[in-house]
């Protein structure tokens, strides 16, 4: 079972960048899935989710009309696009996958935005 992110990087505010999660070894499209983010010193918040279907999407509201989560059950990825970045927007980025009682979680990707 793996979760896979990628896509973080040093962005300038105002910029954007998108994650991806892949996930393998499991199935994926079967599973709802979020972003969270935890920032220096800071607990882990959820981001947003989709569900397993892509059918129906909710956002923190401190992204709200700036990110959109979605997926591609094709290639077994969730994506989150973000615009607008801002500096309170830096953090390591975490994908999860959760179905019943399964919970999966991958190693993060960091997303610094700075000018």
Same mark, same amino acid.
């Given at each position: 079972?793996?979760?896979?992110?990628?896509?973080?990087?040093?962005?300038?505010?105002?910029?954007?960048?998108?994650?991806?999660?892949?996930?393998?070894?499991?199935?994926?499209?079967?599973?709802?899935?979020s972003w969270?983010?935890?920032?220096?010193?800071?607990?882990?918040?959820?981001?947003?989710?989709?569900?397993?279907?892509g059918g129906?999407?909710?956002?923190?509201?401190?992204?709200?009309?700036?990110?959109?989560?979605?997926?591609?059950?094709?290639?077994?990825?969730?994506?989150?696009?973000?615009?607008? %970045?801002?500096?309170?927007?830096?953090?390591?980025?975490?994908?999860?996958?959760?179905?019943?009682? %399964?919970?999966?979680?991958?190693?993060?990707?960091?997303?610094?935005?700075?000018?």
């Amino acid at each position: 079972v793996q979760l896979v992110e990628s896509g973080g990087g040093l962005v300038q505010p105002g910029g954007s960048l998108t994650l991806s999660c892949a996930g393998s070894g499991f199935t994926f499209s079967s599973f709802a899935v979020s972003w969270y983010r935890q920032a220096p010193g800071k607990g882990r918040g959820l981001v947003a989710t989709i569900t397993s279907t892509g059918g129906s999407t909710n956002y923190a509201d401190s992204v709200k009309g700036r990110f959109t989560i979605s997926r591609d059950h094709a290639k077994n990825t969730v994506y989150l696009q973000m615009n607008n %970045l801002k500096p309170d927007d830096t953090a390591v980025y975490y994908c999860n996958a959760l179905h019943s009682e %399964l919970n999966y979680w991958g190693r993060g990707t960091q997303v610094t935005v700075s000018s």
